[in-house]
Nanobody, 122 residues
Framework: QVQLVESGGGSVQPGGSLTLSCRAS?????MAWFRQVPGKEREGVAG???????EYYADSVQDRFTISRKNYNELTLQMNSLRPEDTATYYC???????????????????WGRGTQVTVSS
Protein backbone atom coordinates (compact mmCIF):
# COMPACT_ATOMS: atom_id res chain seq x y z
CA GLN A 1 0.00 0.00 0.00
CA VAL A 2 1.56 3.25 -1.15
CA GLN A 3 1.02 6.20 1.13
CA LEU A 4 1.08 9.74 -0.20
CA VAL A 5 1.66 12.82 1.92
CA GLU A 6 1.00 16.27 0.48
CA SER A 7 2.13 19.63 1.75
CA GLY A 8 2.24 23.25 0.66
CA GLY A 9 -1.36 24.36 0.28
CA GLY A 10 -2.61 27.69 1.56
CA SER A 11 -4.16 31.00 0.67
CA VAL A 12 -2.78 33.48 -1.84
CA GLN A 13 -3.94 36.52 -3.74
CA PRO A 14 -4.61 36.38 -7.48
CA GLY A 15 -1.37 36.45 -9.40
CA GLY A 16 0.52 34.83 -6.56
CA SER A 17 2.39 31.53 -6.39
CA LEU A 18 2.33 28.37 -4.33
CA THR A 19 4.30 25.13 -4.43
CA LEU A 20 2.74 21.78 -3.58
CA SER A 21 4.83 18.76 -2.63
CA CYS A 22 4.02 15.09 -2.41
CA ARG A 23 6.07 12.20 -1.13
CA ALA A 24 5.22 8.57 -1.74
CA SER A 25 6.24 5.78 0.62
CA UNK A 26 7.36 3.63 -2.34
CA UNK A 27 8.57 4.08 -5.89
CA UNK A 28 5.76 4.61 -8.36
CA UNK A 29 5.11 4.27 -12.08
CA UNK A 30 3.31 7.55 -12.57
CA MET A 31 2.23 10.44 -10.41
CA ALA A 32 -0.12 13.32 -10.92
CA TRP A 33 -1.93 16.19 -9.30
CA PHE A 34 -5.70 16.39 -9.39
CA ARG A 35 -8.02 19.01 -7.97
CA GLN A 36 -11.63 19.06 -6.94
CA VAL A 37 -14.21 21.61 -5.90
CA PRO A 38 -17.48 20.70 -4.20
CA GLY A 39 -20.10 19.45 -6.63
CA LYS A 40 -17.64 18.80 -9.45
CA GLU A 41 -15.64 15.83 -10.59
CA ARG A 42 -12.00 15.52 -9.75
CA GLU A 43 -9.92 16.83 -12.65
CA GLY A 44 -6.37 16.14 -13.67
CA VAL A 45 -4.07 19.13 -13.35
CA ALA A 46 -0.66 17.74 -14.30
CA GLY A 47 0.99 14.34 -14.57
CA UNK A 48 4.31 12.66 -15.18
CA UNK A 49 5.45 9.09 -15.90
CA UNK A 50 8.56 7.36 -14.62
CA UNK A 51 11.43 7.78 -17.00
CA UNK A 52 9.48 10.07 -19.28
CA UNK A 53 10.80 13.40 -20.44
CA UNK A 54 7.36 14.87 -21.00
CA GLU A 55 4.95 16.31 -18.54
CA TYR A 56 1.23 16.61 -19.11
CA TYR A 57 -1.00 19.53 -18.21
CA ALA A 58 -4.62 20.47 -18.30
CA ASP A 59 -5.27 23.30 -20.76
CA SER A 60 -6.42 25.53 -17.92
CA VAL A 61 -3.01 25.46 -16.21
CA GLN A 62 -0.66 25.19 -19.19
CA ASP A 63 2.15 27.77 -18.99
CA ARG A 64 1.26 28.64 -15.38
CA PHE A 65 1.91 25.39 -13.51
CA THR A 66 5.02 23.21 -13.61
CA ILE A 67 5.14 19.62 -12.42
CA SER A 68 8.43 18.04 -11.53
CA ARG A 69 9.46 14.67 -10.20
CA LYS A 70 12.50 13.78 -8.13
CA ASN A 71 13.43 10.13 -7.97
CA TYR A 72 10.42 7.85 -8.24
CA ASN A 73 8.55 9.03 -5.21
CA GLU A 74 8.70 12.81 -4.90
CA LEU A 75 6.49 15.20 -6.81
CA THR A 76 6.09 18.95 -6.79
CA LEU A 77 3.70 21.36 -8.47
CA GLN A 78 4.85 24.94 -8.89
CA MET A 79 1.79 27.11 -9.38
CA ASN A 80 2.29 30.63 -10.71
CA SER A 81 -0.13 33.34 -11.80
CA LEU A 82 -2.83 31.80 -9.67
CA ARG A 83 -6.44 32.67 -10.39
CA PRO A 84 -9.56 32.46 -8.24
CA GLU A 85 -10.75 29.55 -10.39
CA ASP A 86 -7.70 27.56 -9.25
CA THR A 87 -9.25 27.40 -5.80
CA ALA A 88 -9.76 23.73 -4.96
CA THR A 89 -8.57 20.82 -2.90
CA TYR A 90 -5.49 19.42 -4.60
CA TYR A 91 -4.70 15.73 -4.44
CA CYS A 92 -1.55 13.84 -5.19
CA UNK A 93 -2.16 10.57 -7.02
CA UNK A 94 0.11 7.66 -7.87
CA UNK A 95 0.07 4.34 -9.62
CA UNK A 96 2.48 1.42 -9.59
CA UNK A 97 1.14 -0.19 -12.75
CA UNK A 98 0.34 0.58 -16.35
CA UNK A 99 -3.09 1.83 -17.30
CA UNK A 100 -4.57 1.99 -20.79
CA UNK A 101 -6.26 5.34 -20.29
CA UNK A 102 -4.76 8.81 -20.28
CA UNK A 103 -2.82 10.47 -17.50
CA UNK A 104 -5.81 12.59 -16.45
CA UNK A 105 -8.16 9.69 -15.80
CA UNK A 106 -8.62 9.30 -12.08
CA UNK A 107 -9.40 5.61 -12.53
CA UNK A 108 -5.79 5.04 -13.53
CA UNK A 109 -4.49 5.84 -10.05
CA UNK A 110 -4.71 3.45 -7.14
CA UNK A 111 -3.29 5.68 -4.45
CA TRP A 112 -4.37 9.11 -3.30
CA GLY A 113 -3.26 11.63 -0.76
CA ARG A 114 -5.64 13.25 1.68
CA GLY A 115 -5.63 16.54 -0.20
CA THR A 116 -4.41 20.04 0.51
CA GLN A 117 -6.51 23.18 0.15
CA VAL A 118 -5.50 25.96 -2.21
CA THR A 119 -7.47 29.19 -1.98
CA VAL A 120 -6.95 32.11 -4.36
CA SER A 121 -8.79 35.19 -3.27
CA SER A 122 -8.30 38.91 -2.91
Amino acid sequence: QVQLVESGGGSVQPGGSLTLSCRASEDTYKMAWFRQVPGKEREGVAGVYTGATSEYYADSVQDRFTISRKNYNELTLQMNSLRPEDTATYYCAASTSWYSGGWAEAAGYSYWGRGTQVTVSS
